[in-house]
């Protein structure tokens, strides 16, 4: 069983900054996963925002590229993102998932929000 935690969210204002990061743990036994970044607005569906391979391939949702990084460190299983220029549309809870072959782990989201 794999086990993550977001942490890092809160409040900021336009144009602001946030570092979520999402720290695994439990029944890892080698770096050949994925991360991914979604999140979730009120009233909306949940959105792919980010995805990281485990060779460092990187894809974007159109609405963050350019302004979000994500990355990973392998040697303390987290993953991260980088959140820059933030805007009010940007306020959701984002949730981490890892993908490690057939099996997906969540963890419990963490809220953004974005706000003046």
């Known amino acids: 069983q794999v086990q993550l935690v977001e942490s890092g969210g809160g409040l900021v204002q336009p144009g602001g900054s946030l570092r979520l990061s999402c720290a695994a743990s439990?029944?890892?036994?080698?770096?050949?996963?994925?991360l991914d970044w979604y999140r979730q607005a009120p009233g909306k569906q949940r959105e792919l925002v980010a995805t990281?391979?485990?060779?460092?391939?990187?894809n974007y949702a159109a609405s963050v590229r350019g302004r979000f990084t994500i990355s990973r460190d392998n040697a303390k299983n987290t993953g991260y993102l980088q959140m820059n220029s933030l805007k009010l549309e940007d306020t959701a809870v984002y949730y981490c998932?890892?993908?490690?072959?057939?099996?997906?782990?969540w963890g419990q989201g963490t809220q953004v929000t974005v706000s003046s």
């Open positions: 439990g029944s890892i036994f080698n770096s050949m996963y994925a």
């Open positions: 998932k890892l993908r490690w072959g057939p099996r997906e782990y």
């Open positions: 990281i391979n485990s060779a460092g391939t990187t």
